[in-house]
């Protein structure tokens, strides 16, 4: 004899209580097993509720996985490339750091968050160009609220511009990055400056600005700088044997010479007793300091043991 519908009903909701995912694809698959294969009446009711509750499941799977976009992060830092779309960000991107990717004089050339390293002061730096945002993003609107997602994982923001755009064309990405309660260190782009004769850089905006152009070295050099800053950091190259390494420590603001010590080797940080200073934190070249003295963006640092 088959559970009475009403009991096996019961005992079914009870069994789906807190499952998801493939836990709950797994119990709705065995409670269908379990079912009597009637055609007509409340048991096929049943199966018919089942299979629509693992349609629902499966459909929620794919959401999440979708709204769960991710880029794996490398570098010191991840920057992300925000705009409204044909702002130039490819371009951006690709002039900044070498990697070959797809540009076009049309929107919505990028369809998913491309990632490249580029080496700013000898630390490696990560940018991730966000596909153009639309309005609603942040409801979901041209799968807006996995790049969002993507863009809430990132440590700043650079908002890019076109120069010959009005000042209103990035208030609708703006806005979309508002609503999703994303906030971030940011500054402004303004890219293609080569194609007009006076980029205005007073936007309202508040936001750091730089004038790029891909075709002008010196002021991809800026905008470099300006993300370097942007990332809140500094670079502190290790001394040893009476030479400074050309690759730097990328450091929070406020590290100690312990911390530097820590990041030459662990063993190095236990036995750290203080260190030799050449750099914008010293009162002057190769001073001696404590473990406590805290470094800043430049100094050279030769760490002292016992």
Request: net charge neutral; proline share 5%.
């Amino acid at each position: 004899m088959p559970m009475p519908h009403r009991t096996f009903a019961e005992v079914a909701k009870r069994r789906l209580v807190g499952k998801d995912g493939s836990d709950r694809v797994a119990t709705i698959r065995a409670l269908l097993e379990e079912l009597p294969g009637y055609r007509n009446g409340p048991y096929a009711d049943l199966r018919k509720w089942l299979e629509g509750e693992l349609d629902q499941t499966r459909m929620r799977a794919k959401v999440v996985h979708r709204d769960s976009l991710q880029v794996r992060r490398e570098g010191a830092a991840q920057i992300a490339l925000v705009g409204p779309p044909n702002a130039g960000k490819s371009s951006l991107l690709q002039a900044l750091s070498q990697i070959q990717i797809k540009t076009g004089d049309y929107a919505f050339t990028t369809l998913r968050p491309v990632p490249a390293l580029t080496r700013i002061g000898g630390v490696l730096v990560q940018l991730v160009e966000i596909p153009g945002l639309i309005e609603g993003a942040h409801e979901d609107r041209g799968g807006g609220r996995a790049l969002l997602g993507v863009l809430r994982n990132a440590d700043a923001i650079v908002f890019c511009r076109a120069a010959d755009e009005p000042v209103a064309s990035l208030d609708v990405v703006r806005a979309e990055v508002a609503a999703a309660g994303i906030e971030k260190p940011a500054m402004l782009a303004l890219t293609k400056a080569d194609e007009v004769e006076d980029a205005v850089l007073a936007d309202g905006s508040g936001l750091e600005t730089v004038a790029v152009s891909i075709l002008d070295d010196e002021s991809l050099d800026r905008l470099r700088d300006a993300i370097w800053r942007l990332t809140g950091l500094i670079r502190v190259y290790p001394r040893r044997d009476g030479r400074a390494d050309d690759g730097p420590f990328a450091l929070s603001v406020g590290a100690t010479v312990a911390d530097v010590a820590d990041r030459v080797h662990h063993d190095v940080g236990r036995a750290c007793t203080g260190a030799l200073i050449w750099g914008p934190s010293a009162r002057f070249d190769g001073q001696r300091v404590g473990r406590d003295h805290v470094v800043a963006d430049g100094d050279v640092v030769e760490v002292l043991r016992r």
